[in-house]
């Protein structure tokens, strides 16, 4: 079945980067797009962007523009995305999902990247 | 300030129906039909219920249903069951081509 898997819980000090990979299974990865979405603890969902499996295309939301880079590998069915210059307020789970008509799913089982110093 | 505005709680008891709506605030989103619906259970993942205000994926029950009218658009919960406990975002498509997230509802089964 269709399936997102997400790399595990993350640890970082303010100032530093983070990649959290998303790796697609049980469909053909280059037909849809992945978004990325994060939620900080006890808030709720925020949209970060969204990239092409199929051409890379990219659209960030305006917020994380110049700090997210979002790459794929498709020799691997797998989706990355990276934040720079983390601060504390970056601290959240981190979901990615694939693009189903203009909605999103399904979606991983989310990457909990702490800042803290 | 999200720009799609959720009411903070709703609540109803087993095998009642339950609404939640969605206000576009912002000129930047509707006009269109791309608003989705999402299911959160504690410390789970979000999962897509509805998508393009009223079609729902293979597999969602039929006790989901979606709607729009003007600038909100809603969700309704018929038979509400105790498994429906959770948190309900809204999203819509925006012209700058992006996604925006409602405030999210808690939906408590009494």
């Known amino acids: 079945q269709v399936q997102l898997v997400q790399s595990g819980a993350e640890v970082r000090k303010p100032g530093a980067s983070v990649k959290v990979s998303c790796k697609a299974l049980?469909?053909?990865?280059?037909?849809?797009?992945i978004t990325w979405v994060r939620q900080a603890p006890g808030q709720g969902l925020e949209w970060m962007g969204w990239?092409?499996?199929?051409?890379?295309?990219?659209n960030y939301e305006q917020k994380f523009q110049g700090r997210v880079t979002m790459t794929t590998d498709t020799s691997t069915s797998t989706a990355y995305m990276e934040l720079r210059s983390l601060r504390s307020d970056d601290t959240a789970v981190y979901y990615c999902?694939?693009?189903?008509?203009?909605?999103?799913?399904?979606w991983g089982q989310g990457t909990l990247v702490t800042v803290s110093s | 300030q999200s720009a799609l505005t959720q009411p903070a709680s709703v609540s109803g008891s087993p095998g009642q129906s339950i609404t939640i709506s969605c206000t576009e605030t912002s000129s930047d989103v509707g006009g269109h039909n791309y608003v989705s619906w999402y299911q959160q259970h504690p410390g789970k993942a979000p999962k897509l219920m509805i998508y393009?205000?009223?079609n729902r994926p293979s597999g969602v029950s039929n006790r989901f249903s979606g709607s729009k009218s003007g600038n909100t658009a809603s969700l309704t919960i018929s038979g509400l069951q105790a498994e429906d406990e959770a948190d309900y975002y809204c999203?819509?498509?925006?012209?700058?081509?992006?996604?925006?997230f409602g405030t999210g509802t808690k939906v408590t089964v009494l």
């Open positions: 990239i092409s499996g199929y051409n890379d295309n990219t």
């Open positions: 999203s819509s498509y925006t012209s700058s081509s992006t996604y925006v």
């Open positions: 049980g469909y053909t990865f280059t037909s849809y797009d």
């Open positions: 999902a694939r693009t189903y008509y203009y909605g999103s799913g399904p």
């Open positions: 393009e205000v009223s």
